[in-house]
């Protein structure tokens, strides 16, 4: 914007060049629009000169619910400070009391991330911001920003329903969660993802920050400005107020939140009329996953044991019994059913259950048969999943011989599995997760399968640290991507195995009589699976199977917040892998696969069509192109609250994120504010003095630049 505005400026400088300048003051005036609009010009040049932009940097924004605001911001101009860099807990003292130059801008070393330290900073005046290195390795105590009872009062238990395990009673979950996520901070925190500008920032410390002798440094000094400023506060009630009555009374209504939403991802193995309603008598085994994760930071979720353990299982369970010869002919169906927005008080599986009560959706709660959840299943070394059930509904008689027999079929799959499933215990209460949003229903016969018998074993749960190398996934070294890619490590074979267990459990939950040992489920699936969503969206498979429309979603490192705008790349990918997965090639034409109602045998209401990529033609650089028909449907994931415009309300998710208008971060030299002040002085004296100048000259004009007359002419 500003080289267009220089470039605009330049040529009207041009133009009034080019023009006749019959008065001398034309002449300055011209000389004046000249240098403006070189200094324009220039102006990029300058500001690159002055600061570094940090351009590898995630940030923590605001986000709020129906009492609070949580996350962090900074003032409408940016925060600015003095670098400080803190390595150990020592290096505090000089930041929160012995620095000379406050406030600080912190670059704090990934290890000292934690409640303590920034509690300590959240409590002074002294601190403008932060910027948080990735430790590496790990944390090895476990680092976790989330709740310790995550999306507490959102489940089954309360005061009404199990009154002994709601606030987590029973069983503290998520013992090394600090709620950090959930701390309220007036001052931006930004991630650092990128070493080198982390060693720039550093460096830049090194040179002008570091105090000599004991004494403070000496200017210039090595400063840092955030901007993250947000357009929300107090909470989604006040926010959401404002958009409404801004959206109502102006033209150009200014929004300064938006709910947090995407889209479910569900798939039947018999189709279904996606627009009708399923037979009342029909039931239908619900298996569950949630597929999005949270971190401190925004965008920054990858969520590699919490959530895609799990969905990558489902995902690879679903091809399986899809290649079942007999599927079509068992007694039940299986709906396969991927959650958005779990993290934030069970958002997706909320809105499926009011849209199965309301009437908005194929089933209904009464087709329901039972309900298996897989919920966190990368195996450790013991190889054993738990299974979790409710030990409420099951005082119910019919319902506790419902969930025996269940139980039953999910221990007799894993016989001669490397895989064992155990009871969690009666007495054991479900852990978090979107059954408990089925069952605040009705009572249905689920089972929750985990890696974890009491709380979790998974010490990066909602972290930025919950990575590949959390579940164990090892690559050699020297491998292209596409030997990475089709490499089968370890964890994709024990996932295998759990999905092998699931698929041939479900076929006997369904009704299915034959033998088992067929089903069995394919461990280079799921290799790719764990490639793409864990390291690099961006690979050959991921490309062949999406649209030619949407591969702008095809970004390198992969993340699973659910955001705001929606569908987020996950989802999309989710829909299309269980497409290719579990759909089926049909023969036609481009025209008549995007316009599928125009084909008479097409079955528009029972299947969904897609056009895409497919894979590079080995003789040429053109893709070979091909129509897949599958059951696989999108439902939207947005909270029930926000539909009935209860902002308030205490039984479905409210979270919004704010909006904001920028977010940067920068470094540059500061001088002293006596040098600022003496700057400024002199600038305004020579402005004051080139002001009167140009005043006496203006004024003496005719006299200064009068043109002598020619001695030779004669006066009459």
Known sequence: AGRAWGSRG????????????????????????????????????????????????????????????????????????????????????????????????????????????????????????????????????????GLKCPNDGFGVYSKDYGPQFAHCNKTVWNPVGSGLSYEDFDFPIFLLEDANETQVIKQCYQDHNVPRDGSGPEYPLCAMQL??????????????????????????????????????????????????????????????????????????????????????????????????????????????TFFQGETFDYIGSSRMVYDMEKDKFPLRLDNIHSFVELNQVALRNDSILWMHTDPVSRMNESV?????????????????????????????PLPPSSFQRFLRARHIPGVVLTNHKTAFQNRYYQSMYDTPENIWMQYPEGLSPEDTLEYVTGTAKSLAEVATVVARALYRLAGGANNTSAIQADPKTVSRMLYGFLIKMNNSWFQSIIKPDIKGILGDVPQHYVAVSSPVNTTYLVQYVLANLTGTVVNLTKEECLNPDKTPSSEKEMYEYAWVQGSLDPNSTSRVPYCVRSTVHLSKALSPAFELRQWGSTEYSTWTESRWKEIRARIFLVASKELEIITLVVGIAILIFSLLATYFINAKADVLFSIPRDPGAVAY
């Open 400 to 428: 506790e011989v419902q969930v025996r027999n269940l139980l039953d079929i999910l221990s007799n799959s894993s016989v001669g599995a490397n895989v064992t499933l155990q009871e969690a215990g009666y007495s054991q």
């Open 10 to 145: 330049m040529e009207g400088a041009a133009g009034s060049c080019r023009a006749p300048l019959p008065a001398p003051c034309g002449l300055l005036r011209g000389l004046l629009l000249a240098v403006l609009a070189a200094g324009s010009c220039q102006g990029n040049s300058v500001e690159r000169k002055i600061y570094i932009p940090l351009n590898k940097t995630a940030p923590c924004v605001r986000l709020l619910n129906a009492t609070h605001q949580i996350g962090c911001q900074s003032s409408i101009s940016g925060d600015t400070g003095v670098i400080h860099v803190v390595e150990k807990e020592e290096d505090l003292n000089w930041v929160l009391a012995d620095g000379p130059h406050p406030p600080y801008m912190i670059l704090l070393d990934g290890s000292l991330f934690n409640r303590r330290v920034m509690l300590q900073l959240k409590g002074t005046s002294r601190v403008s911001g932060l910027a948080v290195t990735v430790a590496k390795p790990s944390p090895p105590q476990g680092f976790s920003p």
């Open 227 to 336: 901007f993250s400023h947000m357009h929300a506060v107090t909470s989604t009630v006040t926010c959401m107020r404002r958009s409404s009555l801004q959206s109502t009374f102006s033209i150009n209504p200014e929004v300064v939140c938006d709910p947090l939403l995407d889209y479910n991802v569900w798939s039947t193995l018999q189709p279904i009329n996606s627009s009708g309603k399923v037979d009342p008598e029909k039931e239908v085994i619900i298996v569950a996953t949630r597929i999005d994760s949270h971190s401190f930071f925004w965008n920054i979720a990858p969520g590699a044991e919490s959530a895609v353990s799990s969905f990558v299982t489902h995902l690879a369970a679903a091809e399986a019994l899809h290649k079942v010869s007999d599927v079509h002919l068992l007694q039940r169906n299986i709906m396969f």
